[in-house]
């Protein structure tokens, strides 16, 4: 898949007028019995052509849909490519698009975006939630006026959409971030922990799994001091290395920190190596912009999931819902174009419905020069 840089994006933003009529339903991944912890593959070489117009590869199911994409913050790689995967199938299926978002992750911007697709009248909207329960009422009436809704990356409450498309158990992904850590300190020292935003259950699901993995396994982790205090630098980059530069003034001893999050692990790596410091990361990175943090032995181990496939599967999960394929239950299944057949889950945490994508990537000396070229 073909990167599109932020600045085509934030041009298709500009089409918001051109927006028209929608639709709702739910999905998950047939990967139930995924294992986070596998390792990801070097990816396959891609063609670079460029996609045909939406017009000459489009599945009449889509014609004269739009859809509204809601991110948490406009410029983050994670859901600019993210969007991308969501945009590409959307031409395969005809349907217009518009991606939209905050400048620092707030809720009541988001809040505003969605009230302007709701007057729009699109007829689905996709959305990266900056707080688990702020969004309720203005999704809540999104639905009561015929639009679908589903969330991605990070969920609101099961009361606020129709369906979660998940890239992997967050959980399980947590437990693996304090391997990664465990093993970069050699199972001995102090491992601290900056986070994203603490109101979004995504980053809490993270720090869940962490924490349950070092409090179960007191064989493992019994030379290993995991710093309770979680600094946030809630997804911004400032705020993030601010947070990062306190974390390591406040416990000197760190050896390692684990960063749930693609803004916190650059802002913690580059203060790092800025500083010369004996501090490793790990945790959730874009491979393009840490593969320069291998080399220096900053990071030797990281987590991802496919980003572009993550938004190209939220994209036929929403329209299976808008074509009343079907209902978000459990049981349901989506055929999402080139992924595949993915089966509707029960969302445990919430008591909603999810569609799972499959397992996370991790990245290691071994691939992330290869992974580098694509996420």
Sequence with gaps: MKKRTLATLLVVSMCASMLAGCGSNNSSSNSSDSNTNTEAAAPEDEDESEAAPAENNADSSGSGLTYGFVSKTTADPMFVGTYDGF???????GIECVYRGTDDASAEKEIEIINQFISQGVDGIAV???????????????????IHVVTVDSATNAESRELHVDFADP??????????????????????ILNGDPR???????????????DENPDLYGKIDLVKEVAYGYDLPDQSTTEAQALIKNYPDTDVII????????????????????IKVTGIGLPSEMVSYYDNGICEEMWLWDIYEYGYLTAYSLTALVNGEITGATGDTVEAGKLGSYTVETREVDGGTMIMMGDGLVFDSSNIKEWSEKL
């Excluded at 959980?171 to 601290?192: D, F, H, P, Y």
Aim: charged share 25%; hydrophobic share 45%; aromatic share 4%.
């Design 87 to 93: 945009e590409e199938a959307c031409k395969e299926l």
């Design 128 to 146: 990266i939630a900056a707080d688990e329960d702020a969004l309720q009422p203005v999704l809540k009436q999104a639905m009561d006026a015929g």
């Design 171 to 192: 959980v399980e992904m947590g437990r693996g971030m304090l391997r990664s850590a465990a093993k970069a300190c050699n199972s001995e020292g102090q491992i601290t």
């Design 200 to 214: 979004v259950s995504l980053f809490a699901d993270f720090e869940t799994g962490i924490f349950a993995e070092y």
């Design 259 to 278: 960063c749930p999050t693609t803004v916190a692990i650059l802002a913690a790596a580059k203060i790092i190596q800025d500083g010369n410091l004996d």
